[in-house]
Every structure is written in structure tokens, then in C-alpha cells.
């Protein structure tokens, strides 16, 4: 499984930006997908995730402003980031769970700015 990440860049506090993480590859072994980040300094925290049934889960730092959702037409998950703030400020990477054999797969990182 092959993931391309794309979407991040420089927004203003209050602002929004949707990522984009585009799955290729042993696609129909992908169970769940997500997006973790990670920030100078600090350990890689999981942000949003979403099985194939579309159950999700977010971290308590960015419920109500987060939404990941997944097009399965396109093997893309997306993460729709609205009101952020700049502690939100860190490189984002997606990853893919696949069940058999069960690996985990990530994404390079997209950088995402959010200035005060």
C-alpha cells in the first residue's frame, strides 16, 4: 500500500484546510485509515481515524472542529481542519491498516502552519 498525503500549507488562526491522502496498491486489504501528527518536539499523536464502515474516532483536541471522512471510489481519506488554532501546527501524516497481513502503513508528512 502506497499513500500520497497532500493539502497542508500556511493558514491563519480561524482559518480551514482540507487534507487529502490518496491510497494505492493492495487497496482491499485497507481496514482503517487515519491521520496522526506530529509537532516539533512532541511524540506523534493520533488526530482522526475511520474504519471502512465509516465508524470515527478523534482526539479530544480537535472534536467539533475535525472531520474525517473517506470516498472509497477514490481510496482517498480526507481531513476537513476548520477553526484552527496554532497548536494545530505540526507535520500531518495518514496511515492505512490493512488486515491481512495485518501492517500499518503511513503516509509521507504534510506540513501544516497555522500562525497566530
Known amino acids: 500500500v502506497q499513500l500520497q498525503a497532500s493539502g497542508g500549507g500556511l493558514v491563519q488562526a480561524g482559518g480551514s484546510l482540507r487534507l487529502s491522502c490518496a491510497a494505492s496498491?493492495?487497496?482491499?486489504?485497507?481496514?482503517?485509515m487515519g491521520w496522526s501528527r506530529q509537532a516539533p518536539g512532541k511524540q506523534r499523536e493520533l488526530v482522526a481515524g475511520?474504519?471502512?464502515?465509516?465508524?470515527?474516532n478523534y482526539a479530544d483536541s480537535v472534536k467539533g472542529r475535525f472531520t474525517i471522512s473517506r470516498d472509497n471510489a477514490k481510496n482517498t481519506v480526507y481531513l476537513q481542519m476548520n477553526s484552527l488554532k496554532p497548536e494545530d501546527t505540526a507535520v500531518y501524516y495518514c496511515?492505512?491498516?490493512?488486515?491481512?497481513?495485518?501492517?500499518?502503513?503511513w503516509g509521507q508528512g504534510t506540513l501544516v502552519t497555522v500562525s497566530s
Open positions: 496511515n492505512a491498516l490493512t488486515t491481512m497481513p495485518m501492517t500499518n502503513y
Open positions: 496498491g493492495n487497496i482491499f486489504s485497507i481496514n482503517h
Open positions: 475511520i474504519t471502512s464502515g465509516g465508524s470515527t
